[in-house]
Nanobody, 114 residues
Framework: QVQLVESGGGLVQAGGSLSVSCAASGSNIRRNAMAWYRQAPGKQRELVATVTSGGSPNYVDSVKGRFTISRDDAKNTVFLQMNNLKPEDTAVYYC????????WGQGTQVTVSS
């Protein structure tokens, strides 16, 4: 059974930084594009960043230049480094396989205070 476990969220002031991680078990992320999503209160889950199996990243415009997605296939883990955080980045952050979603993890809460 595939499991995704996100961690590393927290409370930070605007302009601060956080790094979140996603550890996969039960399935190898190697050769799979991975993605980070977020869901703010009262809003739909949205795609934030993707990384190909080869490590090429892509970002939504709202986080370009501030967020960095990366992966460590040996650890079966995906990372999201978030800098210059804004209050509108407040959300629960999730990761998943990009092409075919597996069951969602519990996510990790990121709260940015103004």
């Amino acid at each position: 059974q595939v499991q995704l476990v996100e961690s590393g969220g927290g409370l930070v002031q605007a302009g601060g930084s956080l790094s979140v991680s996603c550890a996969a078990s039960g399935s190898n992320i190697r050769r799979n594009a991975m993605a980070w999503y977020r869901q703010a209160p009262g809003k739909q889950r949205e795609l934030v960043a993707t990384v190909t199996s080869g490590g090429s990243p892509n970002y939504v415009d709202s986080v370009k230049g501030r967020f960095t997605i990366s992966r460590d296939d040996a650890k079966n883990t995906v990372f999201l480094q978030m800098n210059n955080l804004k209050p509108e980045d407040t959300a629960v952050y999730y990761c998943n396989f990009l092409a075919v979603h597996v069951p969602w993890g519990q996510g990790t809460q990121v709260t940015v205070s103004s």
